[in-house]
């Protein structure tokens, strides 16, 4: 018996998810008393699949195939379920990603699993297995039980954190028996983000809404974010109007983010937008509306001109780096 | 080629909620209901391919797992533009109940579309689900959805980046944000017409869940808002450093 994570790889590289996904099931794994094993799919060097050691993976199990770049579920779904049997797997854990959220619900079916998604903590009980989560989007907290021999969670981001605990590694690869009729999609083009710090998994996010007026005062919100290492977010007006994409906007019907640090210039707070933010360590907020819904949320609030305020904090973020 | 598009009927975005007396659930007592956001964006979409390909999509049916209190939910769908709805006529249990049952009608539409979560337990579950029980192909995050000859063109949010894909059918595309523009809300017409178009009531398969809530509870509440002045950006930068530790 074992407890497995699902850890994917960007071009042969592991991200931040990937050991902290490693970092939980450590920690599950000595609650439970059973190993740590990831599974690992596409070409990635053992220096790199070594590195989950450092965060109390004993063992790793790969697939050296190319194919699975195309990131095909039902594939991705095959080799896991294949990797699971061989190691006995009675938790599977994978990222709550995009790609962790499309292939948990799939798995769960093909190993006759229970499934709870985004769970942000450890067990609260082994037997029965009790989870917690935010349902809805955020404004509740469930403890789910699974009723299943097998589970399968997906593991909130930022809700776990990293741990370092050193473990040798084990490499050994495993064939999930794939032909080329299980990778049916073709890839047409991809394109990556690069040079920005990806929304998801941020420590600091700073975010505007419509607050802010025009497309044109954004360099302000990139300006802070470069300074801090920060990711770039917006309300979802912001998005609909086409002053920043899609992918930026954060709330209920948009990403769900948890960072350690969130920045909301000229946000109103609506429910639907504090749904995606909410599960933020520290939030400040800067609004010209004493009023605003967003500071009942917030843990730092300035009533003021997020236009006026932001050069200041830029300029004082700036200036605490220099001392 | 015939679409289904999977609703669920949830509780309005800004209700407040309150729980049940066993609180394993909500009060539904005064709640409104409504589409699942992501549901009604995939509707809007399916709707916008009818029209730009009516040769080639025959017919759109929405479908829901639910017991008559959804219907409501379902007419809605229909005065959007739906040519047919379905309702299995049983209480969603969890997830995996739900897809089970979807899964005894859903096999003979060439493209099924599924929201990426439901706003009421977020468990972004039922279309993977119903995708695997099907044995099909599935992509998610979609945030672009075309009919390109007889395949589907397909962008997908992928962590980090896009893809555009070529898929054949038979397909379940989970879908977000950004695949249609703006949600289509019911039109006087429509409403008068989707009174009379079929609601088909379908009785569930034997099946079982997969998880069961022990209990709800609400998140801790927040310490009050700290405010500093705003000619005082300085003394906000010491606080996130010094106090709260983020910087
Ligand atoms: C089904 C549904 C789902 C939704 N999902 C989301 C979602 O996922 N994410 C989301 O964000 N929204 C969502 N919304 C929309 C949400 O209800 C709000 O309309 C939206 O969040 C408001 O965005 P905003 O705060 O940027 O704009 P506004 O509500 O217009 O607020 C602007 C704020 O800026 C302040 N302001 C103005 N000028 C300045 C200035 N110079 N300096 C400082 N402050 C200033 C104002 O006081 C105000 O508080 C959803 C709505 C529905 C119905």
New binding site residues.
């Given amino acids: 018996m074992s407890i497995l994570i699902y850890t994917e790889n960007w071009d042969g590289k592991f991200k931040k998810v990937s050991f902290e996904l490693a970092s939980y099931a450590a920690a599950l794994a000595e609650q439970t008393g059973k190993q740590a094993i990831a599974v690992s799919l596409g070409e990635v060097e053992n220096s790199e699949l070594e590195k989950l050691g450092q965060y109390g993976i004993g063992k790793i199990v790969t697939a050296q195939d190319k194919r699975f770049a195309t990131l095909d579920n039902k594939a991705i779904t095959k080799a896991i379920a294949a990797a699971a049997k061989q190691v006995q797997a009675e938790v599977i854990i994978l990222s709550h990603d995009n790609l962790g959220k499309a292939i948990a619900p799939r798995l769960a079916i093909r190993c006759n699993a229970g499934l709870v998604t985004a769970v942000t903590g450890l067990p609260e009980s082994l037997n029965p297995f009790i989870v917690h989560k935010n349902v809805f989007t955020g404004k509740a907290i469930a403890h789910i039980k699974i009723e299943k021999e097998v589970k399968v969670l997906t593991l909130a981001y930022n809700s776990f954190g990293l741990n370092e605990k050193h473990s040798s590694v084990e490499i050994t690869s495993f064939d999930p028996d794939l032909t080329d009729s299980d990778f049916s999609m073709e890839v047409l083009d991809t394109t990556k983000v690069t040079g920005k710090v990806l929304l998801n998994e941020a420590d600091i996010v700073v975010s505007g809404?419509?607050?802010m007026?025009s497309a044109d005062n954004w360099y302000l919100i990139e300006e802070l974010a470069e300074e801090l290492g920060a990711a770039t977010a917006c309300?979802?007006?912001?998005s609909d109007e086409g002053w920043r994409p899609h992918d930026e906007?954060?709330?209920?019907?948009?990403k769900i983010i948890s960072p350690n640090l969130y920045f909301a210039?000229?946000?109103?707070g609506?429910i639907?937008?504090l749904g995606?933010v909410s599960s933020s360590k520290v939030i400040v907020a800067?609004?010209?509306?004493p009023e605003?819904p967003i500071f009942e949320a917030a843990d730092y609030g300035i009533t003021g001109?997020?236009?006026k305020v932001l050069p200041e904090l830029i300029q004082a973020v700036k200036d605490t780096k220099n001392q | 080629m015939k679409i289904l598009v999977l609703i669920g009927n949830v509780p309005d975005?800004t209700t407040k909620i309150k729980f049940n007396a066993d609180q394993t659930g909500i009060d539904t007592a005064g709640v409104q209901w409504i589409i699942n956001?992501w549901d009604e964006f995939a509707l809007t979409r399916a709707m916008e391919l009818k029209e730009a390909y009516a040769g080639a999509i025959s017919s759109v049916v929405v479908a829901n797992v639910g017991s008559s209190q959804t219907e409501p939910t379902l007419r809605k769908a229909l005065a959007v533009g739906a040519d047919k709805a379905i309702r299995i006529d049983a209480e969603a249990k969890d997830a995996f109940f739900v897809a089970t049952q979807l899964a005894q009608i859903a096999g003979e539409y060439e493209l099924i579309l599924a929201g990426i979560e439901a706003s009421d337990y977020n468990g972004s579950a039922v279309g993977g689900m119903l995708a695997e029980l099907l044995d099909r192909s599935s992509v998610s995050a979609v945030t672009g959805l075309d009919l390109k000859d007889d395949k589907l063109l397909v962008t997908r949010e992928i962590d980090g980046g896009n893809q555009h894909l070529l898929c054949t059918t038979p397909l379940l595309a989970i879908v977000q944000k950004g695949i249609a523009k703006e949600v289509r809300i019911p039109a006087m017409r429509g409403i008068m017409m989707a009174r009379t178009k079929p609601l088909e009531v379908i009785a569930p398969v034997e099946s079982s869940y997969a998880t069961s809530i022990q209990k709800l509870e609400l998140p801790p509440t927040k310490a009050a808002c700290k405010m500093v002045a705003e000619d005082n950006v300085k003394e906000l930068v010491r606080l996130l450093k010094e106090e709260a530790k983020v910087l």
């Fill in positions: 809404g419509r607050g007026k309300s979802r007006p912001v906007h954060v709330g209920q019907t948009g210039f000229g946000i109103s609506a639907q937008h995606g800067v609004n010209k509306d605003a001109d997020a236009l | 975005t956001p």
